[in-house]
């Protein structure tokens, strides 16, 4: 979707997609001549024009709650464009059936769903069951928008039919949506996941991934992990097997240079540690009447940090950095560079800081480590999320000590 004149996004959450984006989208797809396109949620038809440009034989359904595409080329000697479009709201369970299309008939489908989490209605159920995919509803009522998206676009394709869409990074990469990426895998095949700038939308750095489905397709076939702008360098593809995108897509994740090889490698779980994140939030730092470490307080590439001595708090809501603590930031897009160990002093820390305490005989070596620019790198690959990232504390734990 393009922006309308003086719009950034929209109350439903829409992100405008350029003209950049929707054209490399198109190109990634293998679907050789669909005879019938369908577009979700087309905002002006980005998406579809981009398509047209390459199919322009087929006939393009879009449907959208407030929008109508323009496909009309300012090259006057180009030939019109097939195009039914439908006021609608492209979640609606009885949706294929009222804009007249038969289930399971669609070539090809585009969608650029909204980056919210959508409210579950009454009949999303339905929709889920009638694109096959076996999963447990009660698991998926958290979803964000784009899952009940994916399952409308796999209800309207055919077998051997591409989905090509747009989806936020926490589908991607989301702990929680593990199971999601399980089920679209058990019948249908991700074919390419392709990680774009934060820059590529307007009005937001939000994160976001493009991803091309087979419906049917075998789930056995490796996975293509792309970066934005290397998706035409095969050098810099990464196959992944559908067991690997169960746990990420993320292309980052995949890219980090893996630990040189040295005589001693363990990682952080195969230790005695304790990883604690604070337990106040940063409303209750600001309001606390003692003072708190929040992340703000480590400052990029400082590598030691002072602490005051606070005496006065309540020890059943707080957790205590003291000296010999390794702290590290939880969340921002700098954390990799928020790593300190605490010299002296104690004070209590917001949920934003990870507390980390280890033998004393791993200690040195794995702050050493995590302060090098190997260590920062692997950090930054592990960190995700469509707006501020974070690093969850399974990937932490997989951080190797020498």
Known sequence: MLS????????LGRYYTKETISKL??????????????????????????????WVDALYVTVDIDSKP?????????RPVKHLHHHADALSPDLIASIGI??????????????????????YDSIVRSAGLNIDIKTIRHASAEFIFIAQNLASLK???????????????????????????NENSIDTVIKLPRNMFIGTEAQAHIIIITKNGNPGNPIKVKNFPDVEDDTHTILI???????????????????????????????????TRGRLNSKEARESEFKVLHTTDLRPLETTISLDDVHDFNSSSTVLAEAGDILLARVGRD???????????RMPITDCIYRIRLPVGYRDRFFTFLTSDEGRHFLKSRAHGVSAKHLPRDYLLELPIY
């Open 25 to 54: 989208l198109v190109s990634e797809l293998s679907e050789i001549a669909p005879k019938l396109v369908l577009d979700l949620g087309c905002g002006d038809g980005a998406l579809s024009r981009a398509a047209a440009s390459r």
């Open 159 to 185: 077998p051997g039919g591409q989905l090509g869409l747009i989806v936020p990074d926490g589908f991607v990469s989301g702990e929680k949506n593990k199971s999601l990426r399980q089920a679209i895998l």
């Open 102 to 123: 038969t289930p399971e008939s669609v070539d090809l489908a585009l969608c650029n769903p909204p980056f919210i989490k959508q409210k579950w209605q009454a009949g």
């Open 241 to 275: 097997s559908a067991t690997d995108a169960i746990k990420t897509l993320d292309y980052d994740y995949y890219s980090a240079p893996l630990p040189k090889k040295r005589k001693s490698i363990v990682q952080l779980k195969d230790l005695d540690c304790e990883i």
């Open 335 to 345: 954390l990799h560079t928020r790593v300190c160990m605490v010299t002296s002093g």
């Open 4 to 11: 309308p004149p003086g719009s950034l996004s929209d109350p």
């Open 70 to 78: 323009d496909f009309l080329s300012k090259d006057k000697t180009a």
